[in-house]
């Protein structure tokens, strides 16, 4: 199954106004053949991003969501803030929001829903902690998650979702998965997909891997079976480190 493959940029809460503009007046330079570029700038420059690369193939993803249609929640971003501006994608179940911000599975599912029934695409992540690890808890940890946080959904919507396998402690420590550890991980969640839905979503869904993607380790995690790309958190900071990573899936 050839699955086009996904470079996405996780910006999380970094940069300034003059910094993030000049970051992506570099990105447009990037060419690529058959890759789909993906960046999520903080909020308050979602809508000059989106325009700035109107003309370029470069998408521009939200980090965040919130799970009701609009109203009283101050602070909070609403489906169609997203929308209106031309945002077509969001992250969500980030494990940074799981942890600090206790998005529970059941609030995930619901933030995964409203994004779908109005049209976004999603990046949903997933990731085990080093104890779930250790204690030999991963496959139930990741299937837990994926069964609340995305199984509400119908088969038809479920094309419209990419799943991040971060673990939690692979992501900003500099410590990867390795490479056998990750294939596992990939195959096991298509084979979620398979057994929920049917062999063809199973083929056609997406799987990144995030977790200390960097110039020197992609080439070999983004060439695994089940790789379809990565979530870059650090590396996608730099411009010279992100392009290296969006060359080694386009070589
Ligand atoms: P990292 O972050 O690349 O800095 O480890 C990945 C992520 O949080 O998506």
């Given amino acids: 199954m050839n699955r086009k493959k996904i470079v996405a940029g996780n910006w999380k809460m970094n940069m300034n106004f003059d910094q993030s503009n000049n970051l992506i007046n570099k990105l447009k330079s990037i060419s690529v053949k058959d890759i789909e570029i993906k960046i999520a700038p903080g909020f308050t420059y979602l809508q000059h991003a989106v325009l700035s690369l109107k003309t370029t193939n470069i998408q521009?993803?939200?980090?965040n969501i919130h799970f009701e249609e609009k109203g009283a929640f101050t602070g909070e971003i609403s489906h169609e803030m997203l929308t209106s501006i031309g945002v077509k994608s969001v992250i969500v179940g980030h494990s940074e929001r799981r942890k600090y911000f206790n998005e529970s599975d059941k609030i995930l599912s619901k933030k995964v829903k409203i994004a779908i029934d109005n049209s976004l695409t999603v990046i949903?992540?997933?990731?085990?902690?080093?104890?779930?690890r250790e204690n030999n808890k991963y496959f139930d940890v990741i299937k837990n998650q994926i069964s609340i946080g995305l199984f509400d959904l119908e088969k038809k919507q479920i094309k419209n979702i990419i799943i991040a396998?971060?673990?939690?402690?692979?992501?900003?420590?500099?410590?990867?998965?390795?490479?056998?550890?990750?294939?596992?991980?990939?195959?096991?969640?298509?084979?979620?997909?398979?057994?929920n839905y049917d062999l063809d979503s199973s083929e056609k869904i997406r799987i990144l891997y995030g977790g200390s993607v960097k110039?020197?380790?992609?080439?070999q995690i983004f060439s695994l079976k089940d790789v379809d790309g990565g979530l870059i958190g650090g590396a996608s900071l730099n411009f010279s480190d992100f392009n290296e990573i969006i060359q080694a899936v386009n070589g």
């Fill in 215 to 219: 110039p020197n380790n992609a080439k």
């Fill in 165 to 195: 396998y971060e673990p939690v402690w692979a992501i900003g420590t500099g410590k990867t998965a390795n490479v056998d550890q990750i294939q596992e991980m990939h195959q096991y969640i298509r084979k979620l997909i398979k057994d």
């Fill in 124 to 132: 949903f992540c997933v990731g085990e902690e080093l104890s779930d």
């Fill in 60 to 63: 521009v993803l939200a980090q």
